[in-house]
């Protein structure tokens, strides 16, 4: 059994900063991708950035150039790095990891980012 674990969200005025932490534990395939996706109120889940065990990177648009996403693959420990944050990445944001080949999907509770004045 997979669980993963946020921490680091919290309430942060705009244009600063925040490191989100994601920590996996039990048995964790080594091919997998993990990731960070967020919901605001009122709106659909949607993937903020990605990140595979090759450590190749997706990231929203939205993001771009503000977030960045790392792994550190013997912690099975994913990272969210948010600069320059705005009242738009409110949100609950919410670890993931997902194993294609063996078909698994697990997800963090979630962690609040609130970004406010």
């Known amino acids: 059994q997979v669980q993963l674990v946020e921490s680091g969200g919290g309430l942060v005025q705009p244009g600063g900063s925040l490191r989100l932490s994601c920590a996996a534990s039990g048995t964790i395939f080594s091919l997998n991708t993990m990731g960070w996706y967020r919901q605001a109120p009122g709106k659909q889940r949607e993937l903020v950035a990605r990140i595979t065990s090759g450590l190749s990177t997706f990231y929203a648009d939205s993001v771009k150039g503000r977030f960045t996403i790392s792994r550190d693959n013997p912690k099975n420990t994913v990272y969210l790095q948010m600069n320059s944050l705005k009242p738009a990445d409110t949100a609950v944001y919410y670890c993931?990891?997902?194993?294609?080949?063996?078909?698994?999907?697990?997800w963090g509770q979630g962690t609040q980012v609130t970004v406010s004045s």
């Open positions: 993931n990891l997902k194993v294609t080949i063996a078909g698994s999907d697990y």
